[in-house]
């Protein structure tokens, strides 16, 4: 359940920790991962450690949760994401700022 | 880096809408706010079970869906089915299946579920509704601020 409803605060602090980012990209290469499956997936955490961030990810609306029989399975919701994308990413995105970009990728394609 | 493999067969989206219940029924069933925001498209069904959803460009000419109402539980839930008609290539994947659930929320807000299923044997379909992220926040802007958000460019 999520705790304060439309909150983008918890969605930039769940996004702000490593761990949490890691069982997102997991989540978007193969969605629908149980708890024992996503544990199996970052063998550093304990199942406590994976429940507590995924806790988290799920109060952010970031993680949505469906039973299927005995089994909850978790699943990448990308709306809040889409969400901050159209309130903080999209405005900010011109030309100057991609020209930049542009500059960064072609200088670390020559490393 | 992740890569980006197949798409999921399962994809559930989900936002909280500050709305009631009833309200995002009725906007998510309501030609005039489907075509708000859902690229245009004009949609013609009684919302009956067994009846046809049927979803046209916005000038008529082309058929972008033509589904059928699995299960109408207002205003909790409908059930219909998916093929995308919009595009050839998906057009002759298999039929999938799209649920709408809405919950009323403390605070005024509505929760939206979708989910898009039963994907498995229409890789094509299931890349590209992807796009559901995009029809939901426009959604979301339609029914809070009452205007649709620019065109996908």
């Known amino acids: 359940m999520m705790g304060c409803v439309d909150d983008e605060d918890l969605v930039f602090k769940a996004l702000a920790d ?3 980012r890691l069982l997102l990209d997991r989540l978007f290469e193969r969605d629908g ?3 024992g499956e996503l544990e199996a997936e970052v063998p550093q955490l304990t199942r406590f450690g994976v429940m507590k961030h995924l806790a988290v990810l799920e109060a952010a609306g970031l993680v949505a949760t469906r039973k299927q029989g005995r089994h909850k399975h978790h699943y990448l919701n990308p709306v809040p994401i889409r969400l901050i994308y159209e309130r903080w990413i999209d405005k900010y995105r011109d030309r100057r700022a ?3 970009l542009d500059l960064k990728d072609q200088l670390e394609a020559r490393r | 880096m992740t890569t980006e493999g197949p798409a999921p067969t399962t994809q559930v989206y989900q936002l909280y809408i ?17 075509a708000k925001f859902f690229h245009g498209a004009r949609v013609e069904s009684t919302y009956q079970v ?3 959803l049927r979803s046209l460009s916005p000038d008529g000419s082309d058929v972008w869906g033509d589904n059928t109402i699995l ?3 207002p205003p909790r839930r409908l059930v219909h089915t998916w093929r995308s008609l919009y595009n050839p290539d998906m057009a002759t994947e298999p039929e999938s299946r799209v649920t709408w659930e ?3 929320q403390p605070g005024g807000f509505a929760k939206l579920t979708l989910i898009h299923d039963q994907l498995e044997g229409s890789p094509k379909t299931a890349a590209s509704v992807r796009g559901w992220s995009y029809i939901l926040s426009n959604l979301k802007t339609v029914m809070e601020t009452g205007a649709a ?3 996908v460019t």
């Open chain 2, 149 to 151: 958000l620019p065109p």
């Open chain 2, 102 to 104: 809405i919950e009323a």
């Open chain 1, 98 to 100: 991609a020209a930049l």
């Open chain 2, 71 to 73: 299960e109408c539980d």
């Open chain 2, 50 to 52: 067994g009846a046809k």
């Open chain 1, 33 to 35: 991962m149980t708890l």
């Open chain 1, 18 to 20: 490593p761990t949490r």
């Open chain 2, 18 to 34: 500050k709305a009631s219940q009833e309200e995002v029924w009725d906007a998510i069933t309501n030609p005039s706010v489907v």
